[in-house]
């Protein structure tokens, strides 16, 4: 298990930007595929987008992609979201996800999230 810590959320109007960070402990960071979820009020969750633990191969979800991307910096233990083009519709709770697992999509370690609010 790892411990997650969000950060970077806040309220933004349409069409403006936020970089979202996911600061992880541990000295096992690197050998962990990553990810981001998000939730709405009465939403199931949804899967964001993915990195694997070298950050050579990417996955974005297709309700964000060409606008959000993924990355990480080993050396910080951290994994960011950058969020473009920002939409109402993105309005939600994003979780960071430890221990990803690609073929399964199942978590072993999820921070506590952070509150993204996109105004019209």
């Known amino acids: 298990q790892v411990q997650l810590v969000e950060s970077g959320g806040g309220l933004v109007q349409a069409g403006g930007s936020l970089r979202l960070s996911c600061a992880a402990s541990g000295r096992t960071f690197s050998s962990y595929a990553m990810g981001w979820f998000r939730q709405a009020p009465g939403k199931e969750r949804e899967f964001v987008a993915a990195i694997s633990s070298s950050g050579g191969t990417t996955y974005h979800g297709n309700s964000v992609k060409g606008r959000f991307t993924i990355s990480r910096d080993n050396a910080k233990n951290t994994v960011y979201l950058q969020m473009n083009s920002l939409k109402p519709e993105d309005t939600a709770v994003y979780y960071c996800?430890?221990?990803?697992?690609?073929?399964?999509?199942?978590?072993?370690?999820w921070g506590q999230g952070t509150q993204v609010t996109v105004s019209s």
């Open positions: 996800a430890a221990g990803l697992n690609i073929a399964t999509m199942k978590v072993t370690s």
